[in-house]
């Protein structure tokens, strides 16, 4: 699952929490957007849950945006 999060305010400290929590975040071409995707985490379920516990979900300092998965066709 990829998230793609627009700043409204510092990144530093959302970038971190995030790492701590084992997303693995990149910047993306704007500077106040970053996009991040965790291993454990194949579904928006899950993703909202884990981000609500970090208190970023209804953080009214950044936007969130929940990127559905490719599907790989065989």
């Not at 990149?26 to 928006?44: K, Y």
């Not at 979900?57 to 790989?72: A, C, D, M, V």
């Amino acid at each position: 699952m990829k998230i793609h999060i627009n700043l409204l305010r510092s990144a530093d400290v959302f970038q971190e929490t995030l790492r701590q929590d084992g997303w693995v975040v990149s910047a993306v071409e704007r500077t106040d957007e970053l996009e991040a995707t965790h291993p454990q985490v194949g579904n928006e379920d899950t993703a909202r849950s884990r981000l609500h516990r970090l208190g970023l979900l209804t953080s009214g300092s950044i936007r969130i945006e929940f990127l559905p998965q490719k599907r790989r066709w065989d």
